[in-house]
């Protein structure tokens, strides 16, 4: 029979907030953490805002000497997997050998170390090779971020990246999931880090022309996902980490129980590199699996955490597939986009929406969509428009979608 998985720790870095309670303190009170973009001077593209963390002292987890050998990831993802593990009441410093033999780390991030890749490609084609790093190589494998947690905090069990493009924290708790269910591993740090806001890397997206260039006067009204006027999503940064541990295990500890996870589900339409097919069929079939495996019906979803992303294809095609997985109850079921508050952190979004589910659990209270502002007939679910509510959350969806055509799902159940 395979073990039941709980949450028993949380860290957040996040543009809206850096730390649990200033998360939870802006993701219901609906703020924004949509900026012009500071880490270069945008002045000539045409995209000039991002979801950045703020105030973040990069040299509290980084030394001064080895920050020119990392990306900026990699600070991110230390200082939320430092609270993850204070929350969950570990010292894994302390812990026996045996049990950091058991705890694996296994996160997702869609590009890793990229802008730290894309800074050495420009000190060399610049010919300044003498301020490349001499660990150019092994800090922009995508492998090292989690090399680089298991290091820091003494973990022996697996050290994997899962990267699967904006389902990649998903698919990382998942597998996280399953490891700890076949008792391979007792627990896992677990989450999603992304830092992709860097020159060369919002010009990609510009070329794609998925970004919304039209409210760089009015940064936080620039992510607006379901609203009739969007026209593409902003980029953002940040990192979302969490410990899960066998249920029966934190149970003897006395662990204090944010959730368990009862059920996962990932599908691929197999259809094109970045677009949708409308039907939604797939997305849908990822809820309904990671439903069946809960053991729950459309009937006992209470909220549902949207991938949306403010694009036009996107919002429309998640609204179908929400339709198709929970029938007649889809319309009843509260649901939100953590992306109108902090923009699309690319990789580490599962993870991010995973954080403000457990916050609306813990809360009793459904965090808002902001920026609503033209209804579209095409997205026409409860998106809980502008103000929180409360209502109390037995079980929640957390839903994914990915270049790729990948589609991942989890199933949260509250134990409080």
Request: glycine share 10%; net charge neutral.
């Amino acid at each position: 029979m395979a073990r039941r998985v709980a949450i028993t720790g949380m860290g957040v870095v996040s543009p809206n907030g850096t730390g649990n309670l200033d998360f939870a303190r802006a993701v219901l009170a609906g703020r924004s953490g949509v900026r012009r973009i500071s880490h270069f001077d945008p002045s000539d593209i045409s995209v000039q805002i991002a979801g950045q963390v703020q105030d973040f002292d990069e040299l509290a987890w980084v030394e001064k000497r080895d920050r020119r050998n990392v990306s900026r990831v990699l600070p991110l993802a230390l200082a939320a997997a430092d609270e993850a593990l204070r929350t969950a009441e570990l010292d894994a410093a302390a812990l026996p050998l045996e049990a950091r033999r058991g705890m694996g780390v296994i996160i997702g991030s869609g590009g890793g170390s990229q802008e730290f890749t894309e800074e050495q490609y420009r000190l060399f084609f610049q010919k300044k090779y003498k301020q490349m790093s001499l660990f150019a190589i092994p800090s922009g494998v995508m492998g090292t971020l989690a090399s680089e947690l298991s290091m820091r905090f003494g973990l022996r069990g697996p050290s994997h990246v899962i990267t699967t493009g904006c389902t990649s924290s998903t698919d990382a708790m998942g597998y996280a999931l399953r490891q700890i269910q076949s008792g391979r591993i007792q627990r896992a740090l677990t989450g999603g880090a992304d830092a992709p806001i860097a020159l060369g890397i919002v010009k990609g997206f510009i070329l794609m022309k998925i970004l919304t260039g039209s409210w760089n006067h009015a940064p936080e009204r620039g992510s607006r996902p379901f609203s009739a006027d969007r026209d593409g999503f902003v980029l953002a940064e940040g990192s979302w980490m969490f410990v899960f541990e066998e249920l029966e295990h934190a149970r003897a500890r006395k662990a204090k129980i944010l959730a368990e996870v009862c059920g996962y589900g990932s599908t691929c339409e197999a259809y094109h590199r970045v677009r949708l097919q409308e039907c939604g069929e797939e997305p849908a079939r990822a809820i309904e699996i990671a439903m069946k495996e809960a053991g729950i019906a459309p009937r006992d979803v209470n909220y549902v955490n949207l991938h949306g992303t403010s694009t036009q294809l996107n919002d429309r095609i998640e609204t179908r597939a929400l339709r198709l997985a929970l029938g007649n109850h889809a319309a009843k079921t509260p649901m939100s986009a953590l992306k109108s508050q902090i923009g699309h952190p690319q990789g580490a979004c599962g993870a991010a929406g995973v954080a403000a589910t457990l916050v609306a659990m813990q809360q009793g209270t459904i965090p808002p969509t902001i920026n609503i502002e033209t209804r579209d007939p095409d997205c026409d679910l409860d998106y809980v428009p502008d103000r929180d509510r409360q209502a109390a959350i037995e079980h929640a969806v957390c839903n994914c979608i990915a270049f790729g055509s990948k589609n991942s799902a989890l199933v949260l159940r509250n134990c409080n």
